[in-house]
């Protein structure tokens, strides 16, 4: 689901990330980059587990969102999801919040 306000738009991700759905979590993000705000935040609050496929999917997009002059966040990342960014060393080349308003409030300066 996605969710426009302002200059921000939001994807807001409701699933786990496994071999079975990755290729769709891929299409969502191209969809989100094509989005014309260039402040862009994957919202993944309900996700609990995330395979290599998945945080390959999110690096990519990273770089395609750099790459056009745009920022991709993620929030929502408490428990087992922080635990895995935190061994792939996620926060050394992306954003991450705990939850949706923080990553707003990153965005418009608060």
Do not use: P
């Amino acid at each position: 689901m996605e969710t426009k306000q302002g200059a921000i738009c939001t994807l807001t991700w409701t699933e786990d990330i496994t071999l079975n759905n990755v290729e769709s979590f891929r299409q969502a993000l191209e969809k989100l980059l094509d989005k014309r705000a260039d402040q862009l935040i994957v919202n993944m609050e309900r996700v609990k587990y995330i395979n290599s496929a998945g945080l390959g999917v999110i690096a990519d997009s990273v770089m395609a969102a750099r790459a056009r002059q745009k920022e991709l966040v993620i929030a929502g990342v408490e428990g087992s999801l922080a635990e895995i960014f935190h061994i792939v060393k996620f926060s050394s080349f992306i954003k991450l919040f705990a939850t949706e308003k923080e990553a707003m409030d990153y965005f418009s300066g608060e």
